[in-house]
């Protein structure tokens, strides 16, 4: 009997017929061509870190947990090509091993590659974009099992579409990344007040590679952290780190969330308690060590993508509305910039982009908070994060995304049985025919 399966948050909970975790790309390919012949559904998952049902089926479950590590580097050309199922978190020491680095990172590092650029998982930094825009090339294994070479030489349409794609056009087996030479950080986190923050935006977003802040519900501080390249060594104390990110970021906050849960009208009160007890500290780390944080505490998140102008005003009228309406939220909402792509599926598609996450403890109400955000955002032509909560429906994503048509009629002829649709996919990318 095979357990119900469940994402990160519990939110999505699913029963397949069948979990297959395939160790070679033959295998993967005879699963997708059986799923076809039957004409039964087939999703291919990774960490179960979205929050969105994309990875639900009641047919077949396919895992590539079993499908990892590197198959080769180029260190002179500053690439390596790495089985999809790799997470991101061992990708970084092998990466490391090879004297590169990758580009960017999300704050946590538990994804699959394949995972991360199929939903375009992003970091921060106004000149970079998220990280399937570090991918130069992809294997695809397609609906009748066949396999596909997608790159910008073979066919610069699909590549743009296939980079994004929710695991809709096909199981990603191999991606070929664009990397830096290893490289470390200089990383500073201060507390600062809102408005200092919000008038130097522009500044903050071009004098460093990373930039980012999160503000907290009701308070005028906000906690800013940048990083920069730096030729200095590591310095970076094991315990003053494990304090900050695991004591103070997950066992305190825990704690004052639990509070938050039993009294939800602490909840502002406590949030501008979290932002004065946050410790501002630096350090030295290599890159792959830097980006992300260890995440214990459980929560939902809704998270837009909305145009990088409308960021400073965007973020007065959250903390104006949470005020107002008195939203029990002590989360801080992470702020961060993402750079334009051509992706069609991507939320930064020809428009550079800041993006405004938003949270809930796990286990408090929601949906009040993430109703009155989404309305803010939306009123900012706000784009969601496919991994993350929203409500839109298919003429919303029509009126959003210029490419939207163009993508439905290449998912549909690469998928014309509609195998790698779900229940939740369906409403949203189905035609006549899938
Ligand atoms: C605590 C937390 C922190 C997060 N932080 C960030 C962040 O900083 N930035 C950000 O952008 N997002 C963030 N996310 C969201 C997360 O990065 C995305 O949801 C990401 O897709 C999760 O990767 P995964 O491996 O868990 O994929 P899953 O959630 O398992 O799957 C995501 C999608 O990828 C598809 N897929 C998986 N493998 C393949 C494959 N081999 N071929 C084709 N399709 C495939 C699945 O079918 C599904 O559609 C966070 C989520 C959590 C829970």
Redesign the pocket.
């Known amino acids: 009997m095979i357990p119900v399966q469940r ?3 519990g939110s999505v909970q699913f029963s397949p017929a069948i979990v297959a975790h395939p160790t070679d790309e033959s295998a993967i390919s005879r699963l997708i061509a059986d799923a076809s012949a039957r004409r039964s559904g087939i ?10 049902p ?2 639900a089926t009641e047919d077949t479950l396919v895992s ?1 947990d079993r499908w990892s590590g590197l198959i080769e580097t180029d260190p002179t050309r500053n690439t390596a090509t790495v089985r ?2 790799t ?1 991101i978190r061992s990708l970084g020491p092998l990466l490391r091993a090879q004297g590169m680095g990758m580009e960017n ?4 590092d ?7 650029i ?6 921060t930094g106004a000149t970079l974009g ?2 399937s825009t570090q991918v130069e090339g992809l294997t ?1 294994i397609t609906a009748d099992g066949s396999r596909l070479e997608c790159s910008a030489e073979s066919d610069p349409d699909l590549f743009d579409a296939a980079r994004l ?9 191999r991606v070929k990344l664009r990397l830096r030479p290893a490289y470390r950080l200089h990383l500073v986190q201060r507390r600062e007040r809102l408005d200092d923050c919000l008038a130097r935006l522009d500044s903050a977003g071009a004098m460093n590679r990373y930039f980012e802040f999160y503000t907290f519900p009701g308070s005028d501080w906000v906690l800013s952290k940048s990083m920069n390249p730096t030729a200095d060594p590591v310095r970076d104390h094991p315990i003053r780190s494990f304090l900050n990110d695991v004591v103070l970021e997950n066992a305190g906050l825990n704690l004052l969330s639990e509070l938050c849960r039993w009294f939800p009208n602490t909840s502002l009160p406590i949030s501008r308690l979290a932002v004065r007890l946050a410790s501002e500290y630096e350090k030295i780390q290599w890159s792959h060590r830097c980006f992300a944080s260890p ?1 214990f505490v459980k ?1 939902n ?1 809704m ?1 837009y993508f909305i145009p990088r102008s409308s960021m400073a005003d965007c973020i007065r009228e959250i903390q104006h509305c949470i005020r107002r309406e008195n939203h029990h939220v002590h989360f801080p909402i ?1 702020c ?1 910039m993402v750079r334009a792509d051509d992706l069609w599926l991507s939320p930064a598609y020809q428009r550079d982009s800041a ?1 405004i ?1 938003v949270h809930m403890y796990k286990g408090m109400e929601y949906r009040r908070y993430f109703e009155a955000m989404e309305s803010i955002f939306r009123n900012h032509q706000g784009r969601p ?4 909560m929203h409500s839109l429906r298919a003429d919303d994503f029509t009126a959003l995304y210029p490419k939207w048509n163009a993508f439905l009629s290449l998912r549909d002829r690469l998928d014309p049985a509609g195998v790698f649709l779900n229940d939740y996919l369906r409403p949203l990318f189905g035609t006549g025919s899938g």
């Open positions: 994402n990160w948050s999703r291919v998952v990774g960490s179960r870190h979205s929050f969105t994309l990875i590539l999809s199922g997470t990172l999300g704050d946590i538990v994804q699959s590659l394949a995972g991360a199929s939903t375009g998982t992003h970091g998220n990280l695809l794609s929710l695991g809709l056009l096909g199981v990603i087996t995440r929560f998140e998270e992470e961060r993006v996450a994060h496919w991994g993350k």
